[in-house]
């Protein structure tokens, strides 16, 4: 490491367009050295080209750059020796086995771990001999994050590495994840789960249309909410009315329609549930559903968009 | 830490590895071009006394003038009816039909070299047994030695042919399929010389020629009596510079296309003159004179001189300079031109 970089990746009105679309519209990141970063957006929100722009794949068309101190056209041999980058949807070599690939992986860095350490952080041991073509879904993506993690980097790119897994190789993951973080070095992850944002991040960035719409930890993008629960129901006999009084309903923060129903953020449930239930009774409205829970970053990019994480 | 082997050997091994381990390209680099030097030498094998088919039309005398004919050892003669006769001389069975008469007519296609054959030796067979004497004693030498056969014109021919095939689907389709699996991005991605990416492509060609030559020509020598007269040392430094000059053209043809199907269709457009043009299976002086100076600058053609050059003649590499610097000059430009053009995402 050449000493202590106090931000690791910075990037300022970084755009990006394809012919007449714009993936990336004047997007700002700051990501400190030592913390795991999120970018949180639904499909086609623009987290992959900004991903790829900072590992220097892509020519951002108009931003500033700075990566673990330096910038790309510079020495990106001397600095690609410090990142470890997974791409979304990389293939490897399928008629490879394991370690032929971490091998060749591994032959491209000056320095960085041994191959029987990788194969034991990403707990591949077994499949050392195996063809690429054998491995399982979740196999293949954690030999895809141990190519990226042979030259011990100081800088992690993780591009939707869960997308497509099964929760326990889901779970698998974030644990190597953690124990990557653990040991001081910088994560900057783009998922569209954000349980996994939830789970991983020390600060995320929800990304929608190419642009950073809103910055924090997790727990600080929730409060900003208001509320940090809420109460989902649906109504016998819906009229849009009723949100005129659901508003005015003790502790309710904001009221917002879904396909399943009516959605409140609110502060306390203990409050808000005895007074919204007997405001019901009073309109005399017949409930055919009621949940409540934890307000998650999914009601915080609804809030923000109108729009959810997993639409298109 | 510190760095455990050389990227540009790992590169190599990694291509080899993956080549041995995809059972079609093994049978169409080394059991094919092998099947089809068998075939064709067995097809086009020199039989000792060849002789001629015959078709004798009904009519007077036919019995006895099939039977003279027959006497003759290079003609063999069948009496047959008018219709048979045309049909059989239709298809290629027989090389010339006789309708006998009081002066007999030869019916033949002298486009086809067997045909004025067959028109020569039945009329000699004729005149003579009408009693014409020829003048001038004659003795005749024949030449059947290995090196004249066309065995040995194709075993060289095939190696050619194999030398750029597998220099360009081997390659091609690699490259164009790590580029589709997004691992060409993947690699670029890490501190790898792009141009250890490229010369690997290169080594594992030259590992594979090794292999193509001793196939091919173990297996004419073997099989055919097909030698190498020239050394064997100057066999392998021609196909070397073969090998690496399809090398660059695989990697060119390959360097933008972004689909298997899109890369098989430029390899075909490539291969095809070549194939037909520039004489694996047959001399190219077949060629209007109009059309040399296209056919010499291909690559192929000077390969396959040079290549013969060294196995038929014995002739030793001095003599092909001139060809090799062909051969060498495609590849040189090929290879700086895929540099140049080449597309990693």
């Known amino acids: ?312 | 830490m510190n760095r455990s082997s050389s990227p540009l050997w790992e590169l190599t091994r990694a291509r080899v590895v993956e080549f041995l381990r995809e059972p079609e390209a093994i049978f169409w680099v080394f059991i094919f071009p092998v099947l089809l030097a068998g075939g064709l030498g067995i097809a086009f094998r020199n039989r000792p006394a060849e002789s001629l088919r015959i078709g004798v039309a009904d009519g007077p005398g036919a019995a006895a003038l099939a039977a003279r004919l027959d006497s003759f050892p290079a003609l063999r003669a069948f009496p047959m009816t008018p219709a048979e006769a045309a049909d059989e001389l239709r298809t290629g069975k027989l090389a010339l039909v006789v309708v006998p008469g009081d002066s007999v007519t030869y019916v033949f296609d002298p486009t086809r070299s067997e045909g004025q054959l067959a028109r020569r030796v039945v009329d000699d067979a004729l005149q003579r047994a009408a009693g014409r004497a020829d003048p001038r004693v004659v003795s005749e030498r024949h030449l059947t030695e290995p090196g004249s056969r066309y065995i040995d014109f194709l075993i060289p021919g095939l190696l050619g042919l194999n030398l750029m095939g597998s220099g360009m689907w081997g390659i091609g389709f690699n490259i164009v399929q790590a580029r589709r699996k997004r691992l060409l991005k993947r690699l670029l991605a890490t501190p790898m010389r792009k141009s250890h990416y490229l010369l690997s492509y290169g080594l594992s060609r030259f590992v594979f020629m090794i292999l193509e030559v001793a196939a091919l020509v173990g297996f004419g020598w073997v099989v055919f009596d097909v030698r190498v007269h020239g050394s064997i040392f100057d066999l392998l430094i021609v196909s070397v510079v073969g090998a690496l000059a399809f090398a660059g053209l695989g990697l060119l043809t390959a360097s933008r296309a972004q689909t298997v199907e899109g890369v098989s269709g430029i390899m075909n457009f490539v291969m095809l003159p070549m194939w037909i043009f520039s004489g694996v299976f047959f001399s190219y002086a077949r060629f209007p004179d109009a059309l040399q100076p296209l056919i010499q600058t291909l690559p192929l053609t000077p390969l396959l001189d040079a290549l013969r050059s060294v196995m038929i003649d014995g002739a030793p590499l001095s003599a092909n300079l001139a060809r090799l610097a062909v051969v060498a000059a495609w590849g040189v430009a090929s290879f700086g031109a895929a540099v140049k053009i080449f597309r990693w995402n």
């Open chain 1, 1 to 312: 490491m050449n000493g202590i970089v106090e931000v690791a990746v910075r990037c300022q009105g970084l755009e990006k367009r394809y012919g007449d679309v714009v993936a990336v519209d004047g997007l700002d990141l700051e990501v400190y050295a030592g913390e795991c970063f999120g970018l949180l957006g639904p499909n086609g929100a623009g987290k992959t080209t900004t991903v790829e722009i900072l590992e220097g794949l892509l020519q951002p068309d108009a931003g500033e750059l700075e990566i673990l101190g330096t910038h790309w056209g510079t020495d990106d041999r001397a600095l690609r020796q410090r990142l470890g980058v997974q791409l979304q949807e990389t293939q490897l070599a399928e008629k490879l086995t394991v370690e032929e690939t971490l091998r060749l992986f591994r032959s491209f860095f000056d320095r960085g771990r041994s191959i029987d350490e990788v194969l034991r952080i990403v707990e591949l041991e077994e499949k050392r001999a195996a063809w690429v073509s054998r491995l399982s879904g979740g196999q293949q993506q954690r030999l895809a994050v141990a190519c990226a993690l042979v030259s011990e980097p100081e800088l992690l790119f993780l591009d939707e590495p869960t997308t497509g897994l099964d929760p326990q190789s889901r779970r698998g993951l974030w644990d190597l994840v953690l124990d990557f973080k653990a040991s001081g070095r910088t994560v900057l992850l783009t998922t569209h789960y954000m349980e996994e944002a939830e789970r991983l991040c020390d600060r995320v960035a929800i990304v929608d249309r190419g642009r950073v719409i809103a910055l924090g930890t997790p727990g600080e993008l929730i409060s900003r909410l208001g509320g940090e629960h809420v109460v989902e129901f649906a109504l016998a006999n819906d009229d849009p009315a009723v949100d005129n009084w659901l508003r005015h309903v003790e502790g309710v923060q904001d009221v917002r329609r879904e396909r399943e129903g009516i959605f409140l953020t609110v502060r306390e449930v203990h409050r808000t549930v005895p007074a919204l239930l007997s405001a019901l009774r009073r309109h005399d409205v017949e409930l055919t559903s009621f949940t409540t829970h934890h307000a998650s970053l999914e009601d915080v990019f609804v809030s923000l968009t109108g729009r959810h994480l997993r639409d298109e």
